[in-house]
């Protein structure tokens, strides 16, 4: 069922590093992509979303790159902190359609 | 405004029963979707419910099964219950099938034994 591919599957970073997390997809009529942080015992929570029609957005200190001819988008976050450290997911789905596909996660743990 | 909840936060079946799980979506969304989460085969999407119809379904098998109530409150059931079903259910709530901003509860720990 997954359809989008998601790398590294963990990243170690200093404070204050910019940890990049890299997803692909297959399936060209995705036109949503969220990312998704999530916490040991919580539910994933929205970070930032972005739609084909734009090549970056930011929000905050969490960015999204999207190539759409070559169908990968990443999550860049600035400035990273101790507190960031959590999984990450992407994630694609084709609007008005809540059939969301993930990737696998990225553990990502921020050193003081 | 009070977020997703789920009940209960914990299960513990034996393999063969049954099990329901309860969602009740954010106040005034009346989207809700279930996914299943586990280490090997990480998020995957179980169904979508929207004015008490289902509009999507994932690829489960027939024992998985989902229901939702004019509230919007949804309910998801296992039945004939099988090891590999032990996972973490998350329901995920939003206004409507789009804008797709979903806002996801703390989950339901299952274990079968």
């Known amino acids: 069922q997954q359809q989008v591919k998601q790398s590294p599957q963990s990243l170690i970073v200093q404070k204050g590093g910019i940890p990049i997390i890299n997803c692909a997809y297959e399936n060209t009529a995705f036109d949503y992509f969220p990312w998704y942080q999530q916490f040991p015992g919580k539910g994933p929570a929205l970070l930032i979303a972005i739609r084909p029609d734009v090549s970056e957005k930011k929000e905050g200190r969490f960015t999204i790159s999207f190539n759409k001819s070559a169908k990968q988008f990443s999550l860049h976050i600035m400035d990273s902190q101790p507190g960031d450290s959590a999984t990450y997911f992407c994630a694609a789905s084709i609007d008005n359609n809540n059939d969301m596909r993930f990737g696998a996660g990225t553990r990502l743990t921020v050193k003081p | 405004k009070a977020g997703v909840t789920q009940t209960p936060r914990y299960l513990i079946k034996t393999r063969g029963q049954q099990v329901t799980l309860s969602c009740s979506p954010i106040s005034g969304h009346r989207s809700v979707s279930w996914y299943q989460q586990t280490p090997g085969q990480g998020l995957q999407f179980l169904f979508e419910?929207?004015?008490?119809?289902?509009?999507n379904k994932g690829n489960f098998p027939g024992r998985f099964s989902g229901r939702q109530f004019s509230n919007s409150r949804s309910e998801m059931n296992v039945s004939t219950l099988e090891l590999g079903d032990s996972a973490l259910y998350l329901c995920a709530s939003s206004l409507g099938p789009g804008p797709n901003e979903q806002f996801f509860g703390p989950g339901t720990r299952l274990t079968v034994l």
């Open positions: 419910y929207f004015s008490e119809t289902q509009r």
